[in-house]
């Protein structure tokens, strides 16, 4: 099993910067992809950003430009650099992997974190 944990958010003014972090725990080697996405109040979780094992990466319209993402793919570590953040990036921001490596079999699964807040206050 992978439990996956975020941290990072907070309150933020808009044009600040936050950077958030995600870091995986249990039985895995590496994942195929990390990535975050986020749920504002009243709203269908979307997609922020994707990067993969090969650090291909794939951003939202709305993050482009504005957002960054890395992984330590060997600790199962994904980061989110936020800059110049916006009101309409205040959401719920969750860590998610998937396609799982074991020392022993590949697992076609996906794991989610219980997510941070980020609020950016006008």
């Known amino acids: 099993q992978v439990q996956l944990v975020e941290t990072g958010g907070g309150l933020v003014q808009a044009g600040g910067s936050l950077r958030l972090s995600c870091a995986a725990s249990?039985?895995?080697?590496?994942?195929?992809?990390m990535g975050w996405y986020r749920q504002a109040p009243n709203k269908a979780r979307e997609l922020v950003a994707i990067?993969?094992?090969?650090?291909?990466?794939l951003y939202a319209e709305s993050a482009k430009g504005r957002f960054s993402i890395s992984m330590d793919n060997a600790k199962g570590t994904v980061y989110l650099q936020m800059n110049s953040l916006r009101p309409e990036d205040t959401a719920v921001y969750f860590c998610?992997?998937?396609?799982?490596?074991?020392?022993?079999?590949?697992?076609?699964?996906?794991?989610w974190g219980n997510g941070t807040l980020v609020t950016v206050s006008l």
């Open positions: 998610t992997s998937r396609g799982l490596w074991t020392s022993g079999a590949y697992y076609d699964m996906d794991f």
């Open positions: 249990g039985n895995f080697v590496r994942f195929n992809t």
């Open positions: 990067i993969s094992r090969g650090d291909s990466t």
